[in-house]
């Protein structure tokens, strides 16, 4: 099986900065991909960054120039490094992450974290 788990997610104000880590773990074989999403209140969930196996990255236009995200292969973890938070930014982020694990054989995940809540006051 194969955990996902969301972390530095926090208050700040406009203009500033914060780094949301996605650590997987588990008998991980391989993983493609490494998404972050979010959710604000009373609308729906949103993709924000895609990351794949070959380093090759997406970003919704909204977070575009302020949003990057990388990853450690090694370690399972991706990050999410924010820089000039808006107000709007606000909301719960969540990590997906797809990719195969074994286990007696080699099966697929797609596993989604907890969530890290990010708020931004003006």
């Known amino acids: 099986q194969v955990q996902v788990v969301e972390s530095g997610g926090g208050l700040v104000h406009t203009g500033g900065s914060l780094r949301l880590s996605c650590a997987a773990s588990?008998?991980?074989?391989?993983?493609?991909?490494m998404d972050w999403y979010r959710q604000a209140l009373g609308k729906e969930r949103e993709l924000v960054a895609h990351?794949?196996?070959?380093?090759?990255?997406k970003y919704a236009d909204s977070v575009k120039g302020r949003f990057t995200i990388s990853r450690d292969n090694a370690e399972n973890t991706a990050y999410l490094q924010m820089n000039n938070l808006k107000p709007e930014d606000t909301a719960v982020y969540y990590c997906?992450?797809?990719?195969?694990?074994?286990?007696?054989?080699?099966?697929?995940?797609?596993?989604w974290g907890q969530g890290t809540v990010v708020a931004v006051s003006s």
């Open positions: 990351i794949s196996s070959d380093g090759s990255t």
């Open positions: 588990g008998r991980i074989f391989s993983i493609n991909y």
């Open positions: 997906n992450v797809e990719g195969i694990w074994s286990d007696y054989d080699l099966l697929d995940f797609d596993v």
